[in-house]
């Protein structure tokens, strides 16, 4: 199956940095998302991005299909920022479902 | 608007007991369902997808299984359950590109 690379798997920063998080996926793919899980669990959609730019506020993300990577920026970081983001991509086969990276991790601290 | 509803939110079950967490999506039609689980640690893995009543795709073979009784409907099952069948289980819902997750259930095997 398609090999879904995040990194990194763990980031801390400063309240107000910046950071890029980084998706390397092994295969041409159908669609792309990411996701921001907090610390209910609850998955929420930031990105659904196949390939182009999009921005939401302080976030934006970029995903180049021809070299199979994707970029999340999140710029003026806030401690409600924290928690893990993960990238998914989906492929034909399984019903369109989503094959995920393993996150990374970000800590926001005051 | 979509909503996707998941009972209960938590539960806490004996080895060996049965099992049955629901899914249920409004305000669409025909939509791909999912089941994922999240076990200590992060990665997301599909377990189940359906992409019509009556209709399921096994991505695992375990001691889970689903059905879909209805179109906006979705249950996971089990007949005895295993301490390894610990986590968080999450339902989900496509239709066109973008897929989207419901709050979860939080399964201890004890």
């Known amino acids: 199956g398609i090999q879904v690379e995040q990194s990194p798997p763990d980031l801390i920063l400063q309240e107000g940095a910046n950071s890029t998080l980084r998706c390397n996926f092994s295969d041409s793919v159908n669609n792309l998302q990411w996701f921001h899980q907090n610390p209910w669990g609850q998955l929420i959609n930031l990105f659904y991005i196949p390939s182009g730019t999009k921005q939401n506020g302080r976030l934006s993300a970029t995903t180049v299909a021809t070299e199979r990577y994707s970029l999340l920026y999140i710029s003026s970081s806030q401690t409600t920022d924290s928690g893990v983001y993960f990238c998914?991509?989906?492929?034909?086969?399984?019903?369109?479902?989503?094959?995920f990276g393993k996150g990374t991790s970000l800590l926001v601290t005051p | 608007s979509q909503t996707i509803h998941q009972w209960p939110a938590t539960l806490v079950q004996p080895v060996g007991s049965p099992l049955s967490l629901e899914c249920t999506v409004e305000g669409t039609s025909n939509p791909n369902l999912y089941w994922y689980r999240q076990a200590a640690g992060r990665g997301l893995q599909l377990l189940f997808y359906s992409v019509g009543i009556g209709q399921i795709s096994s991505e695992v073979p375990q001691n889970l299984s689903a059905s879909r009784p209805q179109d906006r409907q979705f249950i996971l099952s089990s007949k005895k359950l295993l301490l390894s069948d610990s986590g968080f289980y999450l339902c989900?819902?496509?239709?066109?590109?973008?897929?989207?997750f419901g709050p979860g259930t939080r399964l201890t095997v004890t």
């Open positions: 998914a991509v989906d492929y034909s086969n399984s019903g369109y479902a989503l094959n």
């Open positions: 989900a819902w496509k239709t066109g590109g973008e897929q989207y």
